[in-house]
């Protein structure tokens, strides 16, 4: 059968759409703990976007990134036609931009602990940049490789978005498909078990920082 027809998320979403304020992590909790997710436009302003975009361009432009692999185990594979992003994980103490967009995802994290007693332990997040025309199919991120993700989130970073560049994110949300375009600032959160998600393909390249709140491994250390 068809899928349902997404609804646009400039409408649909507006229960859990929010501005950035001190009431922006309280309606991101509530998006979590009511339907399982949440659109945060402008949670962070355009000038660390611009800055985190011309970062995430020459990281390209250098052939810093990597295709993004599917699968797990020996099934590990770049598959374009399921996949076709080119991804650098963050580490090390990255740029100025970087641990200030880190400040302030944790600052989310710290906060969504405090409303939800999710257990959220640490972020891990890439860059990610697809190329005009690559997608990413319908998919759950808590994978057999990814157990201790709890909430995914997603930055975009792309100024000057346009409605008919398409590269939407469509989450399959319980009341029916959600598409939230890939403006710059934006952030979408959603629980990683529950949400099954795809990316559509765009007409322009679609810039994004992409990261999970994971809880502590089961067994793992206690300190
Ligand atoms: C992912 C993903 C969504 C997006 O990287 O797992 O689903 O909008 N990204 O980029
Ligand atoms: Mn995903």
């Not at 402008?42 to 000038?47: C, I, W």
């Not at 361009?57 to 810093?64: P, Q």
């Not at 710290?110 to 025309?133: D, F, I, K, R, T």
């Not at 979408?188 to 502590?216: K, Q």
Request: hydrophobic fraction near 45%; aromatic fraction near 6%; include cysteine.
């Amino acid at each position: 059968p068809a899928a349902a027809r997404p609804r646009s998320a400039r409408r649909s979403a507006d229960a859990a759409r929010m501005t950035a304020g001190p009431a922006l992590v309280d309606a991101i909790a509530d998006g979590l703990a009511g339907p399982g997710w949440a659109i945060a436009p402008d949670f962070v302003p355009h000038g660390l976007v611009a800055t985190l975009a011309a970062a995430l361009d020459a990281k390209l432009a250098s052939g810093e990134l990597r295709e993004a692999a599917v699968g797990a185990g020996a099934r590990r594979a770049v598959r374009p036609e399921i996949r076709g992003d080119l991804i650098q994980w963050l580490a090390g103490e990255g740029s100025a931009a970087e641990r200030e967009m880190l400040t302030r995802l944790d600052a989310l994290r710290v906060a969504l602990n405090g409303a939800l007693q999710l257990g959220l332990h640490e972020l891990e997040c890439h860059y990610a940049s697809y190329p005009p025309g690559a997608c990413y199919t319908r998919h759950l991120d808590r994978s057999p490789a990814g157990v201790e993700r709890v909430v995914s989130v997603v930055l975009y970073l792309n100024p000057g978005w346009h409605a008919d560049d398409g590269g939407e994110l469509r989450l399959y949300a319980p009341s029916g498909a959600v598409d939230v375009a890939p403006h710059g600032g934006t952030l979408a959160a959603f629980l990683s078990e529950r949400l099954e998600h795809e990316v559509r393909p765009a007409v322009r390249p679609r810039r994004s920082l992409t990261g999970w709140f994971r809880r502590r491994p089961v067994g793992g250390p206690l300190a």
